[in-house]
């Protein structure tokens, strides 16, 4: 998947060489990058930190859709984990760093949380940095999936989620399916600060710590609720 093409730098053979290995990099990688099941994912980004190339095992990597991705920012999908400060240090027009390795952890689907290896170099064209490219792989040190305990009986749980309105509901269900603020309010028909007021007011209400803790809630909710309608209709 790619993203618009970079403002056209002067065309001179040096400049349009270097937009087309941020825009088109598959021209330059083997078949096997190509591959959805490669073991990592190649992506090219520009200064401000869009992705503009996504290879197809992007998707399976960071258990997110292209599209997804290339549609919005990466920042929407960090947790709250202190590792990644250095990204959101490192991927702004500001950073000077040409060559970085990081690790960086993500909010999958379903509450996963996932860390991944990122590791990129910068395109350089008339002495410029426009763009980098580089590629994500699962970290070796983490599992996917493990998200942070809390302390908290079904009773109090549930009497949390019965503080919320219709509308903040509505959000706590799309955050755990995994859908963007912009995803949201198109889906519900608001603006896009109207869903960052609800979603401030479920981690508020549900006095979750974290966006991860708030999934790990809101799921438990969702079993207990289907427990509850199991047993009713059994009656």
């Known amino acids: 998947m790619i993203k618009d093409p970079l403002p056209l730098l002067p065309a001179n053979a040096d400049n349009q060489f270097a937009i087309r290995i941020l825009t088109q990099p598959s021209l330059f990688v083997v078949d096997f990058v190509k591959s959805e ?34 549609q919005s920012s990466l920042f929407e999908f960090l947790s709250d984990a202190t590792c990644n400060q250095k990204i959101r ?5 500001q950073s000077s760093e040409e060559n970085n390795s990081f690790t960086i952890e993500l909010l999958g689907n379903q509450g996963s ?7 990129e170099t910068a395109v350089v064209s008339e002495s410029h940095v426009i763009g980098f490219v580089g590629f994500m792989k699962r970290s070796d040190h983490s599992e996917t999936g493990q998200l942070p305990d809390f302390e908290i009986d079904d009773r109090e749980l549930m009497q949390r989620a019965a503080s919320l309105s ?20 198109n889906l519900l028909g608001v603006a896009v600060r109207t869903i960052e007021t609800r979603r401030a007011r479920v981690m508020s209400k549900m006095r979750a710590k974290s966006l991860p803790q708030l999934v790990q809630m809101w799921l438990r909710v969702r079993q207990i ?8 209709s059994s009656d």
Do not use: C
């Not at 503009?52 to 997110?64: H, T, V």
């Open 89 to 93: 240090t490192l991927w702004t027009p």
């Open 225 to 232: 609720e289907a427990e509850g309608r199991i047993s009713g």
């Open 113 to 119: 949380v996932l860390r991944i290896d990122v590791t």
């Open 166 to 185: 219709n509308v903040e509901r509505q959000v706590a269900e799309l955050v755990v399916d995994g859908h963007m603020n912009k995803r949201m309010a």
């Open 37 to 70: 099941n490669a073991p990592f994912a190649v992506f090219t980004r520009d200064p401000f930190g869009h992705f503009l190339f996504l290879s197809p095992s992007a998707r399976r990597i960071l258990d997110r859709t292209s599209d997804e991705l290339l």
